[in-house]
Nanobody, 116 residues
């Protein structure tokens, strides 16, 4: 069973930056496209950004395009999300997972709160 551990969340003011980290206990982590998702109360979990196995291809949801950057380190089984120019609309619990039809078991996520 894969374990996903997200970290790096926090509370900050609009315009600030954060780097989220996620480590996966998956021996063949390097073959999977990975993604960051987020969920706010009352809404479905949404895809924020994804990255191909070798990092050549990255995709972003429209609301975060140009502000967020996804990256990964296959040697550490880790995926990261650099978030800049944060707005209150980015407030959510952020999760990482494989970007596939059947995701792995979800981790606890990490809370990001952006408020004046």
């Amino acid at each position: 069973q894969v374990q996903l551990v997200e970290s790096g969340g926090g509370s900050l003011q609009p315009g600030g930056s954060l780097i989220l980290s996620c480590v996966a206990s998956k021996s063949d982590f390097s073959i999977y496209r990975m993604a960051w998702y987020r969920r706010t109360p009352g809404k479905e979990r949404e895809l924020v950004a994804s990255i191909s196995a070798g990092s050549a291809n990255r995709a972003y949801a429209d609301p975060v395009e140009g502000r967020f950057t996804i990256s990964r380190d296959n040697g550490k089984n880790a995926v990261y999300l650099q978030m800049d120019s944060l707005t209150p609309e980015d407030t959510a619990v952020y999760y990482c997972n494989a970007n596939r039809v059947e995701p792995w078991q979800w981790g606890q996520g990490t809370q990001v709160t952006v408020s004046p």
